[in-house]
Nanobody
């Protein structure tokens, strides 16, 4: 199967920076779109940023100009550089990937999720 493991979450002061990573492993033929989501206490999960296999990116308005999503296709790894962090960025951050696997010569597409990493922005 496929496993996604996030890392990089931490406690940081307002205005600080963090870099999240998400490493995918397992029986992967190809990873298509990838994304970072977050869920703050008492709020719905929201899509923070996404990136296609070709590198096209999309961001929620609240993080534009502060966050940068990127990926290393050779390493099957997704990143989120977060700068100028604000208390309202506090949440559990999850990565997601649309993975293509080859099962008995047939392409199979599934969405996979990581376990989440906590980001806390507080003085």
């Amino acid at each position: 199967q496929v496993r996604l493991v996030e890392s990089g979450g931490d406690l940081v002061q307002p205005g600080g920076s963090l870099r999240l990573s998400c490493a995918a492993s397992g029986s992967i033929f190809r990873i298509n779109a990838m994304g970072w989501y977050r869920r703050a206490p008492g709020k719905e999960r929201e899509l923070v940023a996404s990136i296609t296999s070709g590198g096209n990116t999309n961001y929620v308005d609240s993080v534009k100009g502060r966050f940068t999503i990127s990926r290393d296709n050779a390493k099957n790894t997704l990143y989120l550089q977060m700068n100028s962090l604000k208390p309202e960025d506090t949440a559990v951050y999850y990565c997601s990937a649309k993975v293509e696997r080859i099962v008995q010569a047939v392409a199979v597409y599934d969405d996979y999720w990581g376990q989440g990493t906590q980001v806390t922005v507080s003085s």
